[in-house]
């Protein structure tokens, strides 16, 4: 009988792991998650939310294993396949999505999410592979094809509009920001969920709870991963990054494995705020901004413009290079915003199956979420 493992979790409870997946957590690439918080720099404005990477990936597995009993009760092997597919997705963050726009950037220049792209590096390139392919018995492509939508079902459940890593970074980032936002009706979206015509599909009995999700999604974003200061925080940890990339040789160490897994939030600052290696290497001005961060002395907002749009068409960035003739002596931010998921979510009445944006008009909703915002902001200077 295969040896079972139990996790207690602040919002599960119990997670349950096999003696496979008891490996995988246990892999040195896996392990040092626990020093990469999940929000970075949100802890500026949120002080408890310090839970990490490590946490939210064992969630997202869970979450995903709940999918594979409702939706394939006698399919063990394709349980195993989602649960590694989700325990596995964020193997690659340093520094959440800052790290994609400095490093990552440098070495996967057509991709955004640069972190999506190293993570399948690292599974072909460390014992990661070794584990998945000759013990589980699972060929890697499988669960990189979940990664890359190549499989469109199976991506719905891990990393589609609801699921497993959504679900569980809105119910665990309410939890340790203390945001009210995040409560949500996870089993209640789970089992109400359906295949139809080999699409992720959901029963219009939980038109309401999937609506919440979106709103509590949505407020999130708003309200703690796009506050000010948690913006104000990414500006010092960018310029930090920046800074620090050419003498600490971040993107040769990023490509070696070994190199990489110990490379974490923890230890990439106390490289940069050790006095020795700032003396011989050149990390002076890396050294202010993480001195600054430290500090909480953040660069205060003095401007901001919401773009609230249901068109992709619209000129956003022009907005910017506006605001940066009116005061060119600031330091000008932008985020773009999330999809908010209405138009990519399917629900079904019993007859017909419907856009849930669309079935939201048919019910009479004058408002619903903007399909996506842009914010625009001035802080001001560095010292």
Known sequence: MCKTYTIIDSIHGQIELNSDEYKLINNKLF????????????????????????????????????????????????KQKLRVAALLHDIAHIFSHDFDEVIYSKIYPDTEKGHDKHRIYLLKNSNLKDIIENEMKININEIIDIWEKKDILYHSLVQGPLGSDRLDFTLRDAYFTGAKFG????????????????ELIYSHKIKD??????????????????????CAGSILIRNMLIEAAKPLNMINRIMNVDEFSEMTDISLMGEIMDKYSCKYIGLSEARKYCKLYNERKLPKMIYEKIVYSMDKKI????????????????????FKSINTGNSDIYVYDGKDKMILSDMMKNDGFTAILPKKYVIYRIYSNIK
């Open 315 to 334: 000129d956003l960035d022009s907005i910017l290079e506006d605001l940066k003739k009116e005061r060119p002596d600031r330091v000008y931010y932008k």
């Open 183 to 198: 409560i949500i009706s996870l089993n209640r979206i789970v089992r109400g969920s359906l295949i139809m015509d080999n």
């Open 209 to 230: 709870d999937i609506l919440h999700f979106l709103n509590a999604r949505y407020f999130m974003y708003k309200n703690v991963y796009h506050h000010k200061a948690s």
């Open 31 to 78: 392990q040092k998650t626990k020093y990469i918080k999940q929000l970075c720099v949100t802890d500026t404005v949120y002080p408890c939310a310090t839970h990490t990477r490590f946490t939210h990936m064992l969630g997202a597995m869970h979450i995903a294993g709940l999918y594979a009993d409702h939706l394939y009760p006698n399919d063990l092997r394709l």
